[in-house]
């Protein structure tokens, strides 16, 4: 990973452990749907700094856009290794199916969200879901 990655995440990372002013939950949903996706490709893993994204997560899911849904499952499939965040990924399953069933996902989110649960090959009773 290049050193300007390792600086913003090591920043991110501060900026979320170590104000106590600042209240994580005053992030949006498209906020932490970036956040999420990108931990893998940073490879963070620091336990709080992962916790609190799962909690920020759970507390804004119900806001959560089509593209936040997409960028939330990619990014909540990495948090399942980690002891505080591993429900996520039901959490962000569940809405959205919540929101397919409701009709309000478009045939191309719809598209995205089968070819990422298919081939995370974990929840195989989803409509998401294709063998």
Same mark, same amino acid.
């Given at each position: 990973?290049?050193? /300007?990655?390792? $600086?913003?995440?090591?920043? &991110?990372? %501060?900026?979320?452990?170590?104000? *106590?002013?600042? =209240?994580?939950?005053?992030?949006?949903?498209?906020?932490?749907?970036?956040?999420?996706?990108?931990i893998e490709s940073c490879s963070i893993a620091n336990e709080k700094f992962i916790g609190d994204l799962g909690d920020i997560?759970?507390?804004?899911?119900?806001? /959560?856009?089509? $593209?936040?849904?997409?960028? &939330?499952? %990619?990014?909540?499939?990495?948090? *399942?290794?980690? =002891?505080?965040?591993?429900?996520?990924?039901?959490?962000?399953?569940?809405?959205?199916?919540?929101?397919?069933?409701?009709?309000?996902?478009?045939?191309?989110v719809v598209n995205m969200l089968t070819q990422l649960y298919t081939t995370h090959g974990i929840m195989k009773d989803s409509?998401?879901?294709?063998?």
């Amino acid at each position: 990973m290049p050193s /300007a990655v390792k $600086l913003i995440t090591g920043d &991110l990372i %501060k900026i979320f452990n170590g104000n *106590r002013r600042w =209240k994580a939950t005053e992030l949006e949903s498209s906020d932490v749907s970036i956040i999420a996706s990108s931990i893998e490709s940073c490879s963070i893993a620091n336990e709080k700094f992962i916790g609190d994204l799962g909690d920020i997560i759970r507390h804004t899911i119900k806001q /959560a856009s089509e $593209l936040d849904l997409v960028l &939330l499952t %990619k990014g909540a499939h990495y948090m *399942r290794n980690f =002891k505080h965040s591993k429900d996520v990924y039901s959490v962000v399953h569940s809405e959205a199916v919540s929101q397919y069933h409701l009709k309000k996902l478009s045939p191309p989110v719809v598209n995205m969200l089968t070819q990422l649960y298919t081939t995370h090959g974990i929840m195989k009773d989803s409509p998401f879901y294709k063998k």
